[in-house]
């Protein structure tokens, strides 16, 4: 390589003097999962995984006998689904709720930075801005910590491990879910042209087709995805990790899940939906499409 610049090379010094340069901005894509399946699976594989691992490697000396199948382990070990959907809804409600902590912790840390939107939505009546993440789930000191919310939960089920090295994602199940909280932060600060949905349906149902939709939106020339999504899905049907494809037969032979199936009780699984409802439709007020949930 020479010291030589390349034809066409302006010296950036003599851009940045002489010329007023408007780089395009970034281009927001939101891929989005029916959110109690995205719980549901988020559960299994952020939590149980590891603490069965967990489970196994402490044996006796945390009380775990030994060389007892993963779905003994499960039934007398392993926290439930119900637990923490109804310990992590009971929290959100709380914290979501008109003049809550969401509310107030997104007003006094961004007011000043997002103006103008709280001036329209107070002026158009629209519902606030809400930081979920910061505000709802307030750090311990320790990232191995037991969060706060759970506290209750460990206290009458001592014999269960609640411990996995992904603290950060259990304690989420559904907040990571409620999309339009999280992206209207995004749509407030980019065009609207500049923010894309994805619903995870279509990766799997029109893959070829989606891909195409998400490279037009992000302005790269069009290009046959059919071979390349062909090859199968990555990180499913029990396989986990992005080093190779699972093949569309093997994903085809996984029992679809409905959301009837989830082990929920009736009273917390209606309880749940229709808290996401109202979040479910502000998404798609928001991108100006609708995903089949």
Not at 165 to 194: S, T
Request: with cysteine; hydrophobic share 35%; proline share 8%.
């Amino acid at each position: 390589m020479t010291g030589e610049a390349a034809p066409g090379y302006i010296p950036y010094p003599y851009v940045a003097n002489t010329v007023k340069v408007r780089m395009p901005g970034p281009k927001i894509l939101t891929i989005a999962r029916e959110p109690l399946d995205r719980a549901w699976s988020s559960y299994n594989y952020n939590y149980v995984r590891d603490a069965l691992k967990i489970i196994k490697r402490k044996g006796p000396s945390k009380g775990y006998p030994r060389r007892e199948s993963d779905e003994y382990y499960k039934e007398h070990h392993v926290f439930q689904f119900e637990d923490f959907i109804q310990t992590e809804l009971t929290l959100l409600k709380n914290c979501m709720e008109p003049g809550g902590k969401a509310e107030e912790f997104a007003r006094s840390n961004y007011y000043n930075k997002f103006k103008v939107e709280y001036e329209r939505r107070e002026r158009e009546g629209l519902p606030p801005l809400l930081d979920i993440i910061n505000a709802c789930y307030p750090q311990p000191k320790y990232k191995s910590s037991p969060r706060e919310q759970w506290s209750k939960m460990i206290e009458e089920n001592p014999e269960r491990e609640i411990g996995t090295p992904n603290l950060h994602l259990v304690e989420a199940f559904i907040g990571r879910g409620l999309y339009a909280a999280q992206v209207e932060w995004w749509y407030a600060a980019f065009p609207k042209g500049d923010n894309y949905l994805v619903c995870s349906e279509d990766l799997k149902e029109r893959p070829a087709e989606t891909m195409l939709n998400v490279s037009k939106f992000l302005g790269l020339p069009d290009f046959d995805f059919t071979d390349v999504v062909g090859e199968g899905m990555f990180n499913v049907a029990g396989h986990k990790g992005y080093d190779k494809a699972t093949p569309w037969e093997e994903v085809e032979e996984e029992k679809e899940s409905k959301l009837s199936d989830i082990p929920l009780s009736a009273a917390l699984r209606d309880e749940l939906l229709e808290f996401l409802k109202t979040q479910n439709e502000r998404l798609f007020a928001l991108a100006g499409k609708r995903c089949p949930w």
